[in-house]
Nanobody, 120 residues
Framework: QVQLVESGGGLVQAGGSLRLSCAASGSIFRINFMGWYRQAPGKQRELVAVITSNASTNYADSVKGRFTISRDNAKNTVSLQMNSLKPEDTAVYYC??????????????WGQGTQVTVSS
C-alpha cells in the first residue's frame, strides 16, 4: 500500500504565492512520475503539472510561467510552487503518483486533496 499526503493549501489574495507539497510513503520500489491535478467546483479534474523521475516536466498551458513543479527522488516528495495566483486557480489540488511497488505492481495513487482558494 502507498500513501500520498499533501500539505500547503490555503487562502491567498490574487497575485500571491503558495507552495504545495506531497510526500509518498509505503511499499514503494520506484516512483516513475509525480504530478498535481486540480478540480474546481462543477468542473472536471485537470492536469496542472507532472514531473518524471529524470526531472522532465509538463505543465498545463494555463499555469506555464507561474507554477513550478519539483521533486526529491530520495525523499519521494513533490512540490508545486504557485506564483502570481489568479482566482481561476481556485480548486482542490490533488497529488498523483505512478508507482512501481515492491511487489512489482504498477499503480496510480492519489492524495486526499488540499484546497487552494484565491480571492480577487
Amino acid at each position: 500500500q502507498v500513501q500520498l499526503v499533501e500539505s500547503g493549501g490555503g487562502l491567498v489574495q490574487a497575485g500571491g504565492s503558495l507552495r504545495l507539497s506531497c510526500a509518498a510513503s509505503g511499499s514503494i520500489f520506484r516512483i516513475n512520475f509525480m504530478g498535481w491535478y486540480r478540480q474546481a467546483p462543477g468542473k472536471q479534474r485537470e492536469l496542472v503539472a507532472v514531473i518524471t523521475s529524470n526531472a522532465s516536466t509538463n505543465y498545463a498551458d494555463s499555469v506555464k510561467g507561474r507554477f513550478t513543479i519539483s521533486r526529491d527522488n530520495a525523499k519521494n516528495t513533490v512540490s508545486l510552487q504557485m506564483n502570481s495566483l489568479k482566482p481561476e486557480d481556485t480548486a482542490v489540488y490533488y497529488c498523483n503518483a505512478g508507482v512501481l511497488t515492491i511487489t512489482g505492481v504498477r499503480l496510480y495513487y492519489w492524495g486526499q486533496g488540499t484546497q487552494v482558494t484565491v480571492s480577487s
